[in-house]
């Protein structure tokens, strides 16, 4: 059996050696090692961290080229974006852009939700259109987004770990703590 | 070549993997295979995703996923039993049902006994299934033989509490049975192992224990590297939170054991007594690959082409996870995941004459320094010349002012919850 074995180990490691060639990878193959973080095709099922399924292209495309630079905060995303270039994150902003609106199963306060949905049409709708549901340049998604995710963004707004766009912070900072987590409620309840 | 398969084979004369090869031939087929198949052996980690994304990309291929166990229960996370931060396995314990049924993956529960590369068939201790080509997720195993006086015995005194499960059960329950005022023995082999940041966390999750509960005790780490591997700096501050506690020794190979008299042999020193002894020996490729001659020259590990995760030894045979050596990819959950789907989404290409894809992975691995602080080491990685390398100018690990740990620990569970739910549905 030895022999048999060793003869036919050696065919295929020449095989082995054989230089082939490989397509660059597909926004597949580049998009489906976030999920292990992110849940599968970017719906999460860890309410800290951001579903990227249905997110607009170009606010992903944002978000990815602020973490490499460092102009947008981060505890991971930016080594991990460093890793990308430009091309691979169009590729997986394309990826992510078509998967379908994931909707967790979540808790929202109702009350929280009414207030939220009166200030919102004021403060926000400019720039978060639809309630949230479309994005816009650098403006993401957040309908559905997972609550305890936008909490931490809104602390780490409201803190200066994270810059906001500058008319942003004008409308953020004239709410109180309730007001801003009635808004969070609202996107979440988004469907 | 030859020599070293037969002695590997020796090695593991008592192994189910060399005695299940001559059944080969005689045993029924469990089921037919009418078109297409894929085999997975292992349903932890790597082979659950593999499965999986097989079934995503190309339902006309037939998935078979055999696992040996009805439930699997993760690694990652389990020290935080031996903190108390969970009061027992079932938040780490998953079933296959959902992913099945949302995938038409066919299970077999299963132990698989020996595979014939040749002949492309799989042994199951119930009969016999035939591959088109085969995915290998099986973890790893011991090199007990390394250590003097180790025998079977010893990981019912000595837990490794390295698989998940009854080992790590123990291993708490020793931690709480014994006195304040003891010694905690914890061992790390020498690299490459399943999870490198994993013994120096345990020192953390044990550490922690003992100062809300055994103030008094201590937690010595018996380390055969030179140095902490992974994450050196951020592990060495985060364990003066444990001042008192911990004792960190490197370079001290264990390489011998005495179990009546509870004690270790550190290599050329001296005899290291503990009142409980979590003894983690080295690691190889498991005795299956070993038998089926999938495992390199270094007599350790599985070769493969870095793109495809395809054996270089046995063509259609793929190896991924713990058991492959995926060069600069450490031994991880994340890893085997990535490599997974690598693995899954050029299957599918070969299958269908489709040209093959460059691989990009993943890894990041969370480790717990308390409760509610972590610490995290990321990478990103491409083949170049031949060989998988970490993605220049990126990856690394946390802020070395520890200012986001509180953060990243909640995002570590969030990570957990999302690698468990994509493995089980
Ligand atoms: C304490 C600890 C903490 C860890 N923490 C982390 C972490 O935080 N993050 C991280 O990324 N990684 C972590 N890891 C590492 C991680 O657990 C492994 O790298 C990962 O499990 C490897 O996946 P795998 O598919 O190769 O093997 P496994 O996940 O072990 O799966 C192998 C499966 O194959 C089955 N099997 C094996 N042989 C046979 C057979 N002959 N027949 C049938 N079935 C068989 C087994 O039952 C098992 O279900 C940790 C490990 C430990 C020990």
């Known amino acids: 059996m030895s022999k048999k074995w060793s003869t036919l180990a050696i065919a295929l490691g020449a095989l082995a050696m054989s230089s082939a060639t490989f397509a660059a990878p597909s926004p597949e193959m580049l998009a489906n090692a976030c999920a292990g973080c992110h849940g599968t095709n970017g719906g999460s099922a860890g309410d800290t961290m951001p579903s990227l399924a249905a997110q607009s292209e170009a606010a ?132 | ?25 005689n045993a029924a087929e469990i089921m037919p295979k009418k078109g297409r198949r894929v085999i997975v052996i292992g349903g932890g980690y790597g082979g659950s995703i593999a499965a999986k994304y097989i079934r995503m990309q190309d339902k006309t291929i037939e998935v078979v996923l055999i696992e040996r166990n009805k439930q699997y229960i993760s690694c990652p996370f389990s020290n935080h039993l031996l903190a108390g931060y969970i009061k027992d396995l ?129 937690v010595i780490l018996l380390d055969a590297n030179p140095d902490i591997v992974s994450k050196p700096t ?30 270790v042999t550190v290599e050329g020193i001296d005899e290291v007594k503990g009142n409980v002894i979590n003894l983690v020996p080295a690691q190889r490729a498991t005795a299956l690959v070993g038998s089926a001659g999938l495992i390199g020259e270094d ?7 870095p793109t495809t995760f395809e ?40 299958m269908n004459g489709k040209e093959l894809i460059e691989m990009s992975g993943i890894n990041t691995c969370y480790s717990f320094l308390s409760h509610d602080e972590a610490i995290s080491v990321a990478g990103i990685y491409a083949v170049k010349d031949g060989k998988i390398v970490g993605v220049p100018n990126s990856g690394g690990i946390s802020k070395l002012d520890y200012s986001d740990a509180k953060l990243e620990a909640k995002y570590a569970n969030s990570w957990l919850k999302n690698i468990l739910t994509e493995m089980s549905s």
């Open chain 2, 311 to 350: 054996s270089t030894l046995h063509k259609d045979v793929y190896v991924i996870g713990d058991s492959s050596n995926a060069g600069a990819m450490p031994k991880s959950g994340y890893s085997a995941n990535s490599e997974g789907k690598i693995c899954a989404t050029n299957i599918v290409a070969a």
């Open chain 2, 299 to 305: 007599k350790k590990w599985c070769t493969v082409n």
């Open chain 2, 90 to 218: 079932s938040s780490l314990t998953i079933g296959y049902d959902k992913l099945a049924k949302n995938h038409g993956i066919k299970m077999v529960y299963d132990e698989v006994t020996a595979i014939d590369p040749a002949a492309k068939t799989v042994v199951t201790k119930g009969g016999t299934l035939s591959y088109d080509k085969l995915v290998v997720s099986p973890g790893i195993d011991f090199r007990t033989e390394e250590i003097e006086g180790y025998d079977d015995k010893t990981a019912d005194i000595m837990p490794h509490a390295w698989k998940a499960g009854p080992q790590t059960i123990l291993l708490r329950k020793q931690l709480e049975s014994m006195a304040d005022g003891g010694t905690v023995i914890l061992t790390a082999p020498l690299a490459p192992f399943r999870c490198p940041p994993g013994p120096y966390e345990r020192v953390a999750m044990v550490a922690d224990y003992l100062k809300k509960n055994k103030p008094k005790s201590k």
């Open chain 2, 1 to 25: 070549m030859t020599l070293d398969r037969r002695s590997f084979l020796k090695l593991l004369a008592a192994g189910a993997g060399a005695a299940g090869l001559p059944m080969i031939g």
């Open chain 2, 234 to 263: 951020l592990f060495k501050k985060g364990w003066e939170m444990y001042a008192g506690l911990v004792e960190y020794r490197p370079a001290a190979k264990v390489t011998g054991v005495n179990t009546a008299a509870m004690s």
């Open chain 1, 60 to 191: 992903f495309v944002d978000a990815m080229m602020k973490f490499k630079s460092g102009e947008r905060s981060s505890t991971i995303m930016g080594r991990l974006a460093k890793g990308y270039s430009d091309a691979d994150i169009k590729a997986m902003a394309g990826f992510f852009g078509k998967q379908k609106l994931h909707i967790a199963n979540q808790m929202v306060d109702k009350k929280k939700v009414a207030l939220g949905a009166k200030l919102q049409e004021k403060n926000c709708s400019r720039c978060h259109l639809e309630e949230g549901k479309e994005g816009k340049d650098d403006t993401p998604v957040m309908a559905a987004q997972w609550l305890p995710y936008m909490q931490i963004q809104m602390e780490l707004y409201a803190s200066g770990a994270r810059k906001m766009p500058d008319k942003m912070a004008e409308k953020v900072k004239a709410l109180s703590k309730d007001e801003l987590d009635a808004l969070n409620h609202f996107y979440a309840a988004k469907k």
